[in-house]
């Protein structure tokens, strides 16, 4: 079983005695190919120790929010932007209770408020407490703000007594995890996605054309098609097999990727233009081939029409997503790009960072939206990059 292959998944232990039952979710979700780290209340050590986390994450546990061996710079900033998703496993009446006024007293707490992960809890506790009115309310207010519930089971408890609020069984717990990622949350939903380069002719054998692999755009496609999505792929030149997608469209020239995205524009719920469109054209293109007569050749371009800037102006309640391939002040130009072409978000990218850009298999990118919130993502590979694109846009759409 490997369904959960390189999702990181962070998964929080707060103090209660189903705090045993955590090690077996984390042995199961590595056994499913996830990463998973751990940070544990202190309340949590007093159940199960960090060590045995440690040992069947692999990875280091965090308790602390300010100790002496820091794994990272500014340890719940990296944590909260590393996870694809937050598991608490178990959730204390007293976590819910924090999570939902937004206290953040301790690293877990703190990591709940940074995270732009969503959010999965999986409550256990004495049912008085679970069925207390305070409790109900705190689970009201955070199912409003997104989070899902693994309702708890119903049973022995450590107290002695019988009834609602033992931890779901890892098992299940795991099940909703693949479920999560599985699920088909773009089902219903057209997404329009252009990858590749373009390419320019000059005479009938050569062209003019970028080093875009197209590898970011298919992993994009892949991933929206996996999400539920009918998937329209329209692509330029590319390095690597085409993923499987509703309609895949090939195109060479900027003006057909152009004319091809405005047959589908109107029907669509969203665009993620990561095409390398090159910006010009032949001005006039040879009829036979260029013989080598001169010694200089002088090539004249005309610029070609930008075609996520004419969407953005046509657009009704589309979502638009672009990117933007820089060498220098990336933000700076990345900002301009959603203004002038009336986007909801772009991804960003240092094309001369090792590790980012065309041809390789991962990317180091900064999603701006429109609200100029900036989340800077690490190198990761461009299929967890389209991960983190497609839940976005699921969340705008
Ligand atoms: N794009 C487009 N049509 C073009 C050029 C670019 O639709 N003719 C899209 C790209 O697919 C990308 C975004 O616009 O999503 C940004 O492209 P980029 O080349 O980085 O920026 P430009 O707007 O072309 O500006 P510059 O080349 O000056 O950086």
Redesign the pocket.
């Known amino acids: 079983m490997n369904d959960l292959q390189g999702k990181k998944i962070l998964i929080g232990v707060t103090g209660g005695i189903a705090a045993y039952k955590a090690v077996e979710v984390v042995s199961r979700l590595k056994k499913s190919g996830a990463e998973v780290k751990v940070v544990m209340t202190r309340a949590a050590t007093e159940f199960v120790t960090p060590r045995t986390f440690q040992e069947i994450s692999k990875n280091p546990v965090s308790v602390e929010m300010f100790s002496e061996t820091f794994n990272y710079n500014v340890e719940h900033i990296a944590l909260a932007n590393w996870a694809d998703v937050v598991l608490i496993a178990p959730a204390t009446a007293n976590f819910l209770a924090k999570a939902a006024h937004g206290i953040a007293d301790d690293l877990l707490t703190t990591i709940i408020l940074a995270t732009p992960a969503p959010l999965i809890i999986a409550p256990a506790m004495n049912s008085l407490m679970l069925e207390h009115p305070a409790t109900q309310s705190n689970i009201e207010i955070l199912k409003q703000r997104g989070a899902k519930f693994i309702d708890s089971e119903t049973g022995l408890l450590a107290c002695g007594v019988t009834g609602k609020g033992r931890l779901a069984e890892p098992i299940n717990i795991c099940e909703e995890i693949e479920k999560f990622f599985t699920s088909k949350i773009l089902a219903g939903k057209k997404i329009l996605v252009?990858a590749g380069g373009t390419s320019e002719p000059l005479d009938p054998v050569r062209f003019i054309s970028n080093r875009s692999s197209g590898k970011m755009g298919y992993e994009i496609a892949k991933a929206a098609q996996m999400h539920g999505a009918e998937v329209i792929l329209i692509s330029g030149n590319a390095t690597v097999e085409p993923p499987k997608v509703s309609k895949f469209v090939k195109v060479e020239t900027?003006e057909q990727m152009r004319e091809k995205v405005l047959d589908e524009f109107e029907t669509v719920d969203a665009v993620i233009?990561?095409?390398?469109?090159?910006?010009y054209r032949v001005k006039s293109v040879s009829p036979q081939k260029i013989k080598k007569d001169e010694d200089n050749l002088t090539i004249e371009l005309v610029k070609?029409?930008?075609?996520?800037?004419e969407l953005g102006r046509i657009r009704k309640d589309q979502i638009l997503v672009?990117?933007?391939?820089?060498t220098v002040n990336v933000i700076h130009?990345a900002k301009n790009?959603i203004a002038e072409?009336n986007l909801d978000f772009i991804v960003a990218n240092n094309v001369t960072k090792e590790g980012a850009g065309f041809s390789v298999d991962t990317n180091i990118v900064t999603i701006i939206d429109r609200e100029d919130e900036i989340e800077n993502l690490p190198k990761m590979s461009k299929a967890e990059v389209a991960e983190k694109i497609i839940l976005r846009v699921a969340e705008r759409l």
Do not use: Q, R
Not at 304 to 309: A, F, Q, R, S, T
């Open positions: 252009t900027a233009m990561s095409a390398a469109v090159s910006d070609n029409p930008d075609i996520l800037k672009g990117f933007a391939a820089e130009y790009k072409k």
